[in-house]
């Protein structure tokens, strides 16, 4: 098989670090080219990152504090981590051998060591030396990468300081890190860099506690279908009131699961190697057609972007480097590096397909991160499968309702329709910071024909991780579709609700799922003195998705149904009639029509702007009417 190329590229890897990568790869075994289309696309998409990169650092010797720093053009501090642009720089010098990359990759470490190293081993995430150091495992192992594969393009005075550089930060994240000291990421990711820093420096110890840790997570997959959790305050295997584990897409596609495919290809590690394809294949059910990831339900989608996670590093190398195991892996990695290619503007990766609309600057911290991993596919090049976009993704194909039990969250398909609809209820912090899709919510809608419709946002947009997050522009309004009361200024949602409960069902060509949810304010409070108990209906079928919802009791408040509609500024929107509303999108035109009126939701401007999952979005709403407690009704059409 490709892969046990793979393994065998791996192992020789640490033979010796001036050893050419050309060698290593003739060392292994021959292959003739393949996936010219998809290698073109990341060898170009890498370029421009790291060109765009540079275009931003700053050169400054006379000042220590940001000489070599990659200058966010969106946030008012250094990113920490901008040393893990060492690897993709010096890729980029090895094999267009111009000078300039090996420069850019002497300036981020330079800065590092100015600013975030610390005497532990460790590096911070920003300039504090008190705040967060478990980061260091990724600038490890970019650092290791760089120095295994391209390390031969430095002088040798730089490479062996380098080298007893990563020693120290190898040593602290031996020293550190437990299958539980934190969020599942970071001892997921050690499992791979301790293995791969053990093999650069010859440290079998560090290997033996990568061993160890790759034994203990094999406990750390849900029961049914195999999803990677932990991703919450500690302990990580805390479960929520409906008994559910803390999972969280981005996370898991962008980071953990790359370390442990890689992990498992090199160490022959068989029995892993069948949770992560098995987690892998649950996971790839949240990939809409267009490549983006359906993170609307994680618990900790604060950080979700629709290409996938704002400081992860990217779902290419677990899903291209197990395209033989199932070709649709394959379709994976290409469409969502597609996607992030519509996403980029001036060499930098954007939060979101509608921030370069929208005006709102990137990030560098997301390019920084995804550059790393087309590097390492480029790295290992000759020993993958075939990858391309001929096998089509599940959702592409789905027809029917899939309930995911280990989330209490159901995916639907009909015709051209894709949705999601959730009861999850795990949180990251446990009565803290509630923030993803809930409560019944309708987390994502999909049409194959114009793409996004509906996309959920934080409920209240905050800033969880205030280094990793951009400040919310304008307004903050709801990109969730919601039942919502505002009584003596309190708002009360569906989207609060923990405990409710969705079904579903599919017959005669029509999917239904009803929710049975209470409207609660941040603090889970229950409205009280007007209608708090509703039923929302989603009714899916091939022409059409309807939305009803209706009550039992009395309405005695202003009760409204908020229906956000992505669509980028440039979409003409029109009036029907009091009750009809169109958006003409590139490729149809979105027809919105309701039994009440419609109305836009107060807003500054023709838009509203939400940084999750980063689009713009038109709020309707419509209102009951508390004379006649009539349900609502709302539907949605495409032509």
Known sequence: MQRRNFIQLSTLAGVGLSMPLAGLFNACSSHPEHSQEFKNLISELLKDWCDGMIAIQINDP????VHGSLDCPSCSHIHGRCMDAVYPFLYMADVSGDPKYVEAAKLVMTWAENNVSQDNGAWTVITNPKSWKGITIFGAIALAEALQYHGHVLDEATRKAWTK???RAGQYIYDTFTID?????????????????????NRDDFKAKSKTLASEIKTYFTPQEGLLFGECKKPSSRLSEKGLYGVDLGYNVEETLNSLVM???KEKDEELLQLVTKSLNSHLEFMLPDGGWDNSWGNR???????????????????????DENPAFGTAAVKNTELLKRCTADGLIHGGPGYIEAGIPPCVHHTFTHAKPLAALLDHWDHLPEINANTSLPRATADGVTHFKDLDLFLFARGDWRGTVSAYDAEYHYQEDYRQASGGALGVLYHDKVGLLCAASMAEYALVEKNNQQPQPNKDICLTPRVEVFKDDVWYTNLYDLPATVASEDTDSVIKLIADVK????DRQELEGTASA?????????????????TEQDIKAKTAFVLPIVSPNNEVVTKISDTEMTIQKPDGLVRIKANVPLKIKGMAGSRIFNMVPGVEAIPFEAYFDKETNEALEISISVS
């Open 301 to 323: 989608m604060y950080k979700w972007t629709y290409w996938g996670s704002r400081t992860c590093d990217g779902s290419q190398p677990a899903f291209a480097m197990l395209a």
């Open 181 to 201: 000291f934190t969020n599942i990421n970071y001892p997921g990711t050690a499992i791979y860099g301790l293995n791969l820093i053990g093999n650069v420096l």
């Open 263 to 265: 992990y498992a290809l």
């Open 534 to 550: 509703f039923d929302i209906t989603y009714t899916c079928a091939a022409d059409k998705t309807e939305i009803r919802v209706s």
């Open 62 to 65: 006379s000042n220590i504090e």
């Open 165 to 167: 550089r990563l020693d």
């Open 519 to 522: 409207l609660k304010n941040a």
